[in-house]
């Protein structure tokens, strides 16, 4: 230990031991006093800005306690005059920057801001600031609704995005009374690489960034008679119901979601844990054919839609490595609208899927094209947690005090294994547990506690057939960027590597009730592996009503038909809208578009010196008037970049060195064909 | 053909300026340490920062496109929005304000025929900036055209000024 993480603070009084706190703040906190807090998470760098943390220091006075070291024998007081004015008058100036009505937003009673207007017991604001301020909400997309009307500027979002998801999509602009955290070009997040993971909307402490709910559409669709209403419920959000309602279990907490959604008018109420179960199943088998082929590994797991959105966006050359397995929500929507059509004689169109998840990404995965039968969606809305409790308190229905009821069959029955999918490390066990047990064994199902926990990168091994595959368990994707860039420089290698965007996996993700940071974590991650252990089986290939269904209409596992239900494929997406580069300004329209792609990848293979060899060419050609340069940004065509189109038409690999010829035997073509057309 | 040549004239203007971009970039490196000066080359280029020159950019550097926004939104030197050919400062500090330059900033606003909330003309030759103490206060009210200094103005000096300029412009067109 360090000399600065030893000794006393006295605070307010109080001897209080460093004990290896890094800031006073914490040190604080330990003695009982909860210090206000806006730009401060334990999991983020330290920002100092929002000034509520403050307390007078003995010799330095009012001082920022989070960004200030603590050392043996200072004297602190935390409700000075000066320091409780000062902290009142910044919330002051917050709160006259904030526009927005506590009835009507959606962060009522959860709002940090509200709170502490309230406990600093601040009555009116002096500085109100006029309404013609306000500008308009973001509201481009399925998951995250950001109104910056609401933002103190705490940067709290721009920490979590850059730090612990590594994107960067919101960063402060502007400056003084202008200043503000936006997006690039402030586009909706729908137009940047935001990847819907909701993080932020889980570390910001106002209504700024927050959770866009379907709710009424799914109240509609109870409403229509017409509607056989279907719910499926994630791993990861019977924990945070429990925490929620302090119910002492998951598994209780389980039984009385079902209850009580069957009391508000659900058909049919079944786990999105038996697809887990399914998708460990097609996924294992996946793997393994893999392993025995030498192909596409190492074998990324594709059960994050936050995950397969960053992985399309910037790991273009790895979406061959992804799982084709399609992730237990969409496997379930499109197995369940067969099955209720087929079995039960329901018109698909008649069949309201709605899930229940602890993620705002997988609000965007349900609306991706490829997940639709002519228009229909295979899962028709997706409610967070946190609507479910809202849902659960617009019913009146009290949920602590609930009977307990169990799942509809089949889909309601799983085992252990895809109950822990809801916990970093859940996937990559599944698997192990069924690779490493002989099939259909009744016997003792191993666990593997070295993948377990919120550790951002987990790393196990095991053999098989003699030969030792090495598994990577990564959350976060800051954490992925980094493992990614370490097997694209051969630094290290994996057969097969589990990502999961949220810290800690789904039991954190984005939808998850607030507070939603480490420590609830910590709490629901062992609740799931709690309600693993009450369960009667843990091997996803022991699960009955997953065997019945290989037998009855999936045939075996990776089949023709298993593959038409049950796996997907992934795209290249470019990270940013926006116009290309005007290179020739003069009359386009006559001329023949000629664009040439400059996004990162495209970039990173030379396409500067394409497009520059390309203009030189025509110039020497003399036909530089006839064609209309223009640099743009990413074809979603990445993986044969770097990609050119002509006239509407897009060739891939057209590499410096390949450009003249490409000039002679594509571009020069196109050119005197137009000119026959016009003579 | 004498057409053809001012046409071809522009096309490899705007593909300079590209290509200057990119040996910019090679020349400071890729890192975001080089991202100010990079974009101070790109104003000079462009005369303000485009959009898609900012992505380019971005992209280069291997950025956010929200973190190059966010620089070029937080130095006043820098303009999103294009800019004229000139630029007419009129100094809106106290001393300036005293003095009287509002009439100043009505009359260059009727004399380059600027509408409310508009800054530069149509035809992208003339922008007018309000700003704030440029440091000229014993010569107030102060304003500063194509980077010269204008002190003790009055609608008739400031008028006169602009003529000027245009005179200028037309001279060095023959
Ligand atoms: S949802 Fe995720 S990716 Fe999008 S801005 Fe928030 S933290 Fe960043
Ligand atoms: S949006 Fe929320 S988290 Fe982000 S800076 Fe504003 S108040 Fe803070
Ligand atoms: S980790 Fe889970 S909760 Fe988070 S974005 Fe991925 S699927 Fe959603
Ligand atoms: S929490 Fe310390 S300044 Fe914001
Ligand atoms: S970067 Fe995606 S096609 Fe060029
Ligand atoms: S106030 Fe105008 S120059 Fe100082």
Redesign the interface.
């Known amino acids: 230990m360090d000399k600065k993480s030893e000794g006393y603070v006295i605070v307010d009084g109080v001897k209080t031991p460093i004990n290896g706190h890094k800031n006073l703040l914490e040190v604080i906190r330990a003695s009982g006093v909860d210090l206000p807090t806006f730009c401060y998470h334990s999991e983020l760098s330290v920002y100092g800005a929002c000034r509520m943390c403050i307390a007078e220091i003995e010799g330095r006075g009012v001082q920022p306690t989070c960004s200030t070291p603590p050392e043996d024998g200072m004297v602190v007081r935390t409700n000075t005059e000066a320091a409780m004015r000062i902290r009142r008058m910044s919330l002051e100036l917050m709160l006259a920057n904030h526009h927005g009505n506590c009835q009507t937003c959606d962060k009522n009673t959860h709002c940090r801001l509200q709170e502490l207007a309230e406990r600093l017991g601040v009555k009116k604001v002096r500085f109100e600031e006029p309404e013609a301020d306000v500008v308009p909400v973001d509201e481009s997309n399925q998951s995250i609704v950001r109104d910056p009307n609401k933002c103190i500027l705490c940067g709290d979002c721009v920490r979590m995005c850059k730090e612990i998801q590594g994107i960067g999509v919101l960063d402060f602009a502007g400056r003084g009374s202008n200043a503000r955290v936006t997006s690039a070009f402030g586009k909706g997040l729908n137009q940047v690489e935001c990847v819907y993971c909701g993080q932020c909307a889980a570390v910001c402490p106002t209504g700024a960034l927050t959770v866009k709910s379907v709710l009424d559409q799914v109240w509609k669709a109870i409403h229509d008679k017409n509607k056989t209403v279907v719910v499926q419920i994630a791993p990861a959000v019977r924990a945070a119901i429990a925490q929620e309602y302090g119910i002492p279990s998951g598994e209780q907490a389980m039984g009385k979601i079902v209850t009580a959604l069957r009391r508000i008018g659900f058909d049919y109420v079944y786990d999105t844990s038996f697809t887990a179960d399914l998708t460990t199943v097609e996924e294992a088998t996946e793997f393994l054919g893999r392993v025995a082929e030498g192909k596409n590994l190492p074998q990324f797991t594709s059960c994050c839609p936050a995950w397969v959105k960053f992985a399309e966006q910037f790991y273009p050359d790895y979406l061959e490595n992804l799982s084709t397995c399609k992730s237990p929500q969409q496997m379930f929507g499109s197995l369940v609208k067969k099955y209720h059509a087929e079995k039960l004689g329901v018109p698909r169109e008649d069949i309201y899927v709605v899930s229940v998840m602890p993620c705002t990404a997988k609000k965007f995965e349900a609306k991706r094209p490829e997940f639709s039968v002519n228009n229909d969606p295979d899962v028709n809305a997706v409610l967070s947690s946190q609507e479910l409790i809202r849902m659960i308190g617009q019913s009146g229905i009290k949920l602590a005090d609930l009977p307990l009821d169990s799942m509809d069959l089949p889909f309601g029955f799983k085992t252990g294994a895809g109950v822990i999918f809801g916990a970093s490390g859940g996937v990559a066990e599944a698997v192990l547990r069924m690779a490493a047990t002989t099939e259909g064994s009744h016997g003792h199902t191993p666990e593997f506690h070295e993948v377990r926990g919120l550790d951002g990168l987990k790393e196990a091994s095991i053999t098989l057939d003699g030969k030792e595959i090495k598994l990577a368990v990564v959350s976060g994707l800051a954490n992925a960027r980094n493992v990614l860039d370490k097997i694209k420089a051969g630094e290290v290698h994996y057969d097969i590597v589990e990502i999961m965007a949220c810290r800690g996996g789904c039991i954190g993700g984005g939808g998850q009730p607030l507070p939603n940071d480490m420590e609830a974590r910590e709490e629901r991650k062992n609740m799931i592996y709690d309600c693993d252990a009450v369960q009667s089986l843990h091997n996803a290939a022991d699960n009955p009503f997953v065997k019945e269904l290989y037998a009855t209409l999936l045939e075996k596992p990776n089949s023709h038909i298993a593959h038409e239900l049950l796996h997907t494929h992934y795209y290249p997406r470019k990270r940013i809208d926006g116009q290309p580069v005007e290179l020739s300004p003069a009359k386009p329209e006559e001329k023949i578009p000629v664009q040439v792609c400059v996004g990162t990848n495209c970039y990173l293979r030379g396409s500067y010196d394409t497009l520059k060899k390309l203009i030189e060419a025509a110039k020497q050609a003399g036909v530089a008037d006839k064609l209309d340069f223009k640099a743009t940004f990413c074809f979603e065509k990445c993986v044969s970049s770097p990609n050119v189109q002509v006239d509407g038409k897009i060739y891939g690999s057209v590499t410096p060195d390949k450009a003249e010829e490409f000039f002679k035997e594509t571009i020069k073509p196109v050119i005197e064909s137009q000119e026959k057309v016009e003579a | 053909m004498a057409q ?1 040549t001012a ?2 004239e ?3 203007r ?2 300079r300026r ?2 200057k971009i ?1 040996a910019i970039v090679e020349q400071y490196g890729a890192a975001e340490s080089a991202l100010i000066p990079i974009l101070q080359k790109v104003q000079e280029e462009y005369r303000y920062l ?7 950019v ?3 550097l ?9 620089v070029a ?4 030197q820098f303009s999103l929005e294009p800019k004229g050919k000139y630029i007419v400062r009129v100094c809106d500090g106290t001393a300036c304000h005293v003095r009287k330059n509002q009439t100043l900033i009505s009359t260059v606003k009727e004399w380059l025929g600027l509408k409310e909330g508009q800054s530069t003309t149509e035809d992208m030759r003339y922008t007018l900036e309000i700003v704030s103490c440029i440091g000229a206060c014993a010569l107030a009210p102060a304003v500063v055209i194509n980077g010269k200094v204008h002190g003790q103005m009055t609608p008739e000096k400031v008028t006169k000024a602009l003529e000027e300029l245009e005179a200028a412009e037309k001279a060095e067109d023959k």
């Open positions: 053809a046409a071809s522009k096309e490899s705007a593909s590209f290509e990119q485009p959009e898609e020159i900012l992505t380019f971005a992209t280069a291997n950025l956010p496109p929200a973190t190059v926004y966010g939104t937080f130095y006043a």
